[in-house]
């Protein structure tokens, strides 16, 4: 079984600063990671993720994850957020070796101000 | 091509009613997940199905609840005698196959209300 936790349950951060979710997983088999964002009364939008190769991984928005093994964690960054990155995001696993059915943490709501 | 649609946006039912929700997937896909959205918490698995067959139920509610996926029209999520523990949004996604790391395309969700 896997579990994730997101350790912030909200991150106010004002424009132009740069922000950082924190993610944490356990889980007993290998596992791939992703990033959603949930914008107001909105589905999920897939924002990026790891399933090998290089650790670090970028959206075309400007933000990027780095995966840790040894920390067993996701952490994702941007360096300057606009005031559109507001809305909530959610750190997901699922494992390798089956189909993709996806663990998602609780959630991270970001409120960005001028 | 369309993304995933769900309908209906909004649904309100008095307690002991019966609510479906349907979820039509991407045009091509034939793997279907419904998630629950429960206020304050991160979605959690219900059910996979693909075509006629449901794969993996462990997320679902022994009691009242069902899922089906048939060979024509969209997928339905069945929740009979609501309560109002039921209130939730409700989302399905759908990707071309079940391996996971495919991308799992999300739709707008059901807001279900039980009064």
């Known amino acids: 079984a896997q579990s994730v936790t997101q350790l912030d349950s909200q991150v106010p951060v004002f424009e132009e600063a740069p922000v950082e979710l924190r993610c944490n997983y356990s889980?007993?088999?290998?596992?791939?990671l992703f990033w959603y964002v949930q914008y107001p009364n909105q589905g999920l939008q897939l924002l990026l993720k790891?399933?090998?190769?290089?650790?670090l991984v970028e959206s075309i928005n400007g933000f990027e994850a780095e995966f840790n093994k040894s920390q067993t964690s996701f952490h994702l960054r941007k360096p300057s957020v606009h005031i559109s990155d507001t809305a909530e995001y959610f750190c997901?696993?699922?494992?390798?070796?089956?189909?993709?059915?996806?663990?998602f943490g609780a959630g991270t709501q970001v409120v960005v101000t001028p | 091509n369309a993304g995933v649609m769900q309908n209906p946006r909004h649904l309100v039912r008095r307690r002991g009613q019966e609510a479906r929700l349907r979820c039509s997937p991407m045009?091509?896909?034939?793997?279907v997940y419904w998630y629950r959205q429960l206020p304050e918490e991160g979605l959690k698995f219900m059910v996979y199905?693909?075509?006629?067959?449901?794969?993996?139920e462990s997320g679902m509610p022994k009691e009242r609840f069902s899922a089906e996926f048939p060979k024509e029209g969209p997928s339905i999520l069945r929740i009979q005698q609501v309560v109002r523990g039921d209130s939730a949004a409700y989302f399905c996604?759908?990707?071309?196959?079940?391996?996971?790391?495919?991308?799992?395309?999300f739709g707008q969700g059901t807001r279900l209300t039980v009064v």
């Open positions: 996604a759908s990707s071309p196959i079940g391996q996971g790391g495919t991308e799992a395309f």
């Open positions: 889980s007993s088999v290998s596992v791939y």
């Open positions: 790891y399933l090998s190769g290089s650790t």
């Open positions: 997901a696993v699922t494992p390798t070796d089956s189909w993709g059915k996806l663990q």
């Open positions: 045009k091509g896909h034939s793997h």
């Open positions: 199905l693909q075509k006629e067959n449901i794969i993996d």
